[in-house]
């Protein structure tokens, strides 16, 4: 009997544990869904508008830049062309070599400084309607609406079992996706290889490996962020939306719902007397959701998906008109704004970001403007002091190295100066260095002891172009000997 019972007590356990560990898999498999959720297809509702026409303005007018600069000439040469084997980038009629990367580090900070400006004070209208995801995607979604339809006819498509006419009409969207893809891809590549070549050898079939990687590389992470992962990568894989909050403060321009204004939200007849049934502006047409490209409800408050694209500002005034109210129920607004304070567009962040901004890119433009195509560095022998010549002069020995940025070859004369009766003697005849080339010189300057006053003196390098004045530089080396007593 007593073994009965403790057969009866391990079954009762084992049916525990059992269900214990069924238990912990239908938590895991809850916690796994959560972790893990599907993607929700958007289908972003298409509107006009305000804004809508200012974002297809920036869209044609960034996309028109992308892929007609390659295309312009300059003095029988790619007008825009970073030459990465000969390393030469030409920019119009600039020649920029890798010694320039400098001015391209105060590119890079311009660019930083500029999107934190503009983001502390409007938000973020970078991403909105510059960012390259929102642009490609903005054309994207173009040929997804010619091909499918609007977005009902989309949802309905997508809902229908495989037929010939669905297959056909997705393998069209696919097809000219693709299509244009790869001539993103091509232009892309251009910028780096002379593009008229470049298409002409791509239509053969002649380009090299790197030119064909490079061309199918950005084709597909073209046709992969644009046309498959869309607002993911605003969502999870862009990190400017993660920190972006950091620069806002309660004067930034943000788009925004006006809960005093709309709420109560709720359906009504355009007839309806609103304060009679006790209702705000907001009729819950939930139009604001369907075109926003993220997806989120703007009606929920200020979200880091926001892109501040204000697609729902213009799908909410053209409701507002039809039912006869205001509009700027949703309106690009400051937080201090919708507190009732006063909003601040002068502040000390904004001061000092203009000022900085400002600086850096006057600074970097005159620098640019100014520089010099040639260039000159003075390496002193440093194996011996100086030394005696058979005549009883000083000499010093000098490395010159001279480098030639300038779009063509040129000849020099070098001079040196800054002590009484200074010799300047080389083994070489005329200096002509070519076109990007880098060339050592070797020379030697005398002097006579009687005029050195100090042991170490001062004297001047001075690099001219023959026939272009302009173009010279001058350096300082220091000439060592003896002090004359």
């Known amino acids: 009997m007593v073994e009965d019972t403790s057969k009866v007590k391990n079954k009762v356990g084992d049916v525990q544990m059992s269900e214990a560990k069924a238990g912990d898999v239908k938590l895991n498999t809850e916690t796994e869904q959560s972790l893990y959720a599907k993607r929700q297809k958007i289908y972003p509702r298409e509107v006009h508008g305000l804004f809508a026409a200012l974002r297809t303005m920036g869209v044609t007018a960034l996309l028109g830049m992308y892929y007609i600069v390659p295309w312009l000439q300059w003095d029988e040469r790619q007008a825009v062309l970073f030459d990465l084997p000969e390393r030469k980038f030409y920019i119009l009629n600039m020649v920029f070599w890798p010694q320039d990367f400098f001015y391209l580090a105060l590119l890079l900070i311009v660019a930083a400084l500029g999107l934190f400006f503009v983001t502390a004070l409007a938000g973020r209208v970078w991403c909105g309607y510059a960012c390259p995801q929102t642009v490609w995607t903005e054309a994207f979604l173009w040929i997804e609406r010619k091909v499918e339809g609007s977005r009902p006819q989309q949802m309905k498509l997508d809902k229908q079992p495989n037929s010939f006419r669905k297959i056909r009409i997705k393998a069209t969207k696919h097809f000219i996706w693709l299509v244009f893809s790869i001539f993103t891809g091509l232009t892309f590549v251009g910028y780096f290889s002379p593009l008229r070549e470049l298409t002409v050898n791509f239509l053969t079939f002649n380009n090299g490996p790197w030119e064909t990687f490079w061309i199918y590389f950005y084709a597909l992470a073209t046709y992969g962020n644009a046309g498959w992962l869309r607002e993911q990568v605003c969502l999870y894989m862009c990190p400017y939306a993660r920190f972006q909050s950091a620069m806002f403060d309660s004067d930034t321009m943000i788009i925004s719902f006006d809960e005093s204004r709309g709420l109560p939200k709720g359906p009504r007849k355009k007839t309806a007397d609103k304060a009679t049934i006790g209702l705000g502006d907001c009729i819950d047409c939930t139009i604001c959701v369907q075109v926003c490209p993220t997806g989120i409800d703007i009606r929920d408050g200020l979200q880091y998906q926001c892109i501040g694209c204000a697609a729902c500002i213009d799908a909410c005034d053209d409701v507002m008109d039809k039912m006869g109210y205001e509009h700027g129920l949703i309106r690009y607004t400051t937080e201090n704004t919708l507190k009732g304070e006063r909003t601040h567009i002068i502040r000390p962040r904004m001061v000092v970001y203009a000022l900085i901004l400002i600086g850096i890119t006057v600074g970097a433009f005159y620098s640019i ?63 002509i260095v070519k076109s990007g080339e880098v060339i050592e010189l070797p020379v030697r300057v005398q002097v006579d002891a009687y005029n050195l006053k100090q042991r170490s003196n001062e004297i001047t390098f001075t690099l001219k172009a023959i026939g272009h004045d302009e173009l010279s530089v001058v350096e300082e080396a220091r000439f060592l000997g003896p002090k004359f007593k």
Do not use: C, F, W
């Open 369 to 431: 403007l100014t520089r010099s195509p040639i260039g000159m560095d003075v390496i002193r022998d440093r194996n011996s002091l100086y030394r005696e010549t058979n005549e009883g002069l000083i000499e010093n020995v000098y490395i010159i190295k001279l480098l030639n940025m300038d779009g063509q070859d040129h000849s020099y004369t070098l001079t040196a100066e800054g002590i009484p009766e200074l010799v300047l003697r080389k083994d070489s005849g005329e200096i």
